[in-house]
């Protein structure tokens, strides 16, 4: 999963946003390292809808213009829980032998 | 509304013109919203290059992604089986044929790819004789990490023959190094591309099926270049004015000509399909004479027929395939028109 998918979900497990909103949270949650042009966040939102892990939950209308609210699928939640698990057995992983070479280096 | 914001939301509308029209109806007025939430949040009243290139290329994979979705699933899996099979020959045959056999090294040459213009010391490629061998090498690692079922790797190789291809020649003309011309690179590029739009062997029977076939392509195409090569006093392989019958640009040509027949078949609709078929039975001479020269007019010569139909035999094929086509196509609407009448 690429960093983009991974953040949007992640910015959808803890309800559903739109799109300007997934646009700064992504950037928070990656400590403004990643910052998603919206056109890049929209094709992210096509792949996953096409997915079926991510669905529009609502919409409403600000400045005469629809703005559409997305939320995470149930097997989109399972998809990013996968993705969270792969990726902190890897940092474990990195960390244990980060830790025996500097350990290495000590002695 | 303010007037630099009406030109901007105006500036972001054209840029949205490269997304398919039923992708701006549903989701356009949507997006110009973000996008003008974003300007005003970093108080800005004009686009961002960055912003125009990302929301243009997007808008075109887009409209690419929209494309293939209209091609069935299986047929898109068809293509990229076609694609990878063509791919994984023509980079077996490039590679024994212009690269690497004992017949295009220095010293050891019966068949030399150097030419008027070329000397040995062009080709600098340590045991390769082009740097087009690293594309070669890419394609062959893609079609074994297709058959290990390592989508991504398989991926992130296609995509790298893809795009390093029609740098070679580029490249090899900048440095004044021998190199391939750009058309079988271009060639290449493409098949490479196809071979990404579908998923050739989702199933173990399938990598069974894929490995088969592209063995026995890749066999049986070498060793028909092999024969027809025997005798030859000097082979520049990859010599764009080359006259002679088996190099790269020939084998890539037929090959590409192959692909687009099968592809012309599997993304056409039940309505055009007749006439894509017979489009493809009358392609068959064509096909045959790209690849094999004219081995078929010798064996065909051979079978002692009548000059003018050994002289005309494509012309059979022709006049089979309209009539195939034309048979199909009545026999459709006859059934059409009963199934009607049955209603």
Redesign the interface.
């Known amino acids: 999963m690429r960093e983009p998918t991974f953040l949007v979900l992640s910015a959808l497990a803890d309800g559903p946003k739109?799109?300007?909103a997934l646009?700064a949270e992504t950037k928070d949650l990656s400590d403004g390292r990643v910052k998603l042009?919206?056109?890049?966040?929209?094709?992210v939102l096509?792949r996953l809808r096409e997915d079926g892990l991510v669905e529009i939950s609502g919409e409403d209308v600000?400045?005469g213009?629809?703005?559409?609210y997305y939320r995470i699928t149930d097997g989109g939640a399972a998809t990013l829980a996968r993705e969270a698990d792969r990726l902190a057995a890897n940092a474990r992983q990195a960390m244990s032998k980060l830790r025996l070479r500097a350990a290495q280096a000590g002695a | 509304m303010s007037g630099g914001t009406s030109k901007l939301e105006a500036t972001y509308t054209r840029a949205l013109g490269a997304y398919p029209r039923r992708w701006r109806r549903e989701?356009g007025?949507?997006?110009?919203?973000?996008?003008l939430?974003?300007a005003r949040s970093e108080q800005r009243t004009t686009a961002t290059p960055?912003?125009l290139f990302?929301?243009v290329?997007?808008?075109l994979?887009?409209r690419g992604l929209e494309l293939l979705g209209s091609v069935g699933r299986k047929r898109r899996n068809g293509l990229a089986f076609t694609a990878t099979v063509l791919a994984t020959y023509l980079a077996v045959t490039l590679t024994l044929l212009g690269e690497w056999g004992p017949w295009v090294r220095p010293g050891t040459l019966r068949w030399r790819p150097t030419g008027e213009g070329f000397s040995e010391e062009l080709m600098a490629m340590g045991p390769f004789t082009t740097a087009a061998a690293a594309v070669y090498l890419a394609l062959l690692a893609g079609f074994a990490a297709t058959l290990a079922g390592r989508h991504s790797l398989r991926r992130t190789l296609y995509l790298s023959a893809a795009v390093a291809a029609p740098l070679i020649p580029l490249s090899g003309q900048v440095a004044g190094l021998l190199a391939p011309s750009l058309v079988p690179m271009l060639a290449l590029s493409a098949l490479a591309l196809l071979a990404l739009v579908g998923n050739p062997a989702p199933t173990a029977s399938r990598r069974m099926l894929l490995a088969a076939v592209t063995a026995g392509a890749s066999l049986a195409g070498l060793a028909l270049a092999v024969s027809r090569l025997t005798g030859g006093a000097a082979l520049f392989f990859y010599d764009v004015s080359s006259g002679i019958a088996v190099d790269a640009r020939t084998l890539t040509t037929a090959a590409a000509a192959l692909m687009l027949t099968v592809g012309m078949v599997l993304v056409s609709g039940p309505r055009a399909l007749p006439w894509t078929a017979g489009l493809a039975v009358a392609a068959v001479p064509l096909l045959i004479r790209l690849w094999s020269g004219n081995t078929a007019e010798l064996l065909l010569a051979g079978l002692r027929l009548p000059l003018t139909a050994a002289a005309h035999w494509e012309w059979a094929f022709l006049v089979l395939a309209l009539a195939v086509a034309a048979l199909a196509s009545g026999t459709r609407r006859l059934a059409r028109a009963r199934g009607l009448r049955t209603v």
């Open positions: 739109h799109g300007y646009i042009q919206p056109g890049t966040l929209y094709g096509d600000v400045d213009r629809a703005r559409r | 989701q007025e949507e997006l110009i919203g973000v996008l939430s974003v960055a912003e990302n929301l290329g997007n808008g994979a887009t």
